[in-house]
């Protein structure tokens, strides 16, 4: 099989070679052929359609009779669980299998979507989902409650200000404690950030 590999990192500072060598030798390994890598640093917030090497890869495969788009995690397609979903339709739309290393499975074959990598998905997107709502309620509930003891006068102008640095400084991290139910300890590794760092952007986001 042609394949073709796709590696993405959020900042300038990361390097996605770890991820497209650990690929290549998963190709060898299963006998697929890699016709070429395609690797950009880029914010996961990003669409793909709007990444410069992903739209490449786009053109490439429709031209190219490639079979396989190799990924290590769901997460290097994106970080909006909507936008990956569309990411793939369009692959599979193409007749184009995400192989993802996360999963070690194909979400397309024999022309078919992969119902299990699928439900995978959609159980990320419903998991996100519901651990963000149950973190603004408690978050809600826990404010009202301050308040009729008297003891919560909102936020002074300077921690607004520090805080919403900080989250911006992260964003990547953000957006996986928001739209997963990922551990501190997996999100680390993604991200190629601390587990302390994470730990203080959770903390953070829930308070």
Request: net charge positive.
């Amino acid at each position: 099989m042609n394949v073709i590999i796709y590696g993405r990192v959020s900042s300038e500072s990361q390097d996605f070679h770890r991820q497209t060598n650990n690929l290549k030798e998963i190709a060898v390994q299963k006998g697929w052929i890699v016709k070429r890598t395609f690797a950009e640093k880029i914010t996961g917030t990003t669409d793909a359609s709007q990444r410069a090497e992903f739209r490449k890869l786009l053109e490439y495969v429709k031209t190219n009779n490639i079979e396989i788009v190799l990924v290590s995690e769901v997460s290097r397609l994106g970080r909006r669980v909507v936008n990956i979903l569309q990411t793939i339709e369009e692959l599979h739309k193409l007749n184009v299998a995400v192989y993802v290393q996360q999963f070690n499975m194909l979400s397309y074959e024999n022309g078919k979507e992969n119902p299990l990598v699928m439900l995978l998905l959609q159980m990320l997107s419903i998991g996100a989902q519901l651990e963000y709502s149950q973190r603004a309620e408690r978050q809600k509930q826990g404010i009202q409650i301050a308040k009729l003891q008297g003891k919560y006068n909102g936020r002074k102008r300077n921690a607004i200000a520090s805080r919403e640095k900080t989250l911006s400084k992260y964003k990547d991290i953000v957006e996986m404690i928001m739209k997963s139910d990922l551990s501190v300890r997996r999100i680390s590794q993604i991200t190629n950030h601390s587990i302390n760092t994470v730990r203080r952007i959770k903390v953070l986001t829930s308070s």
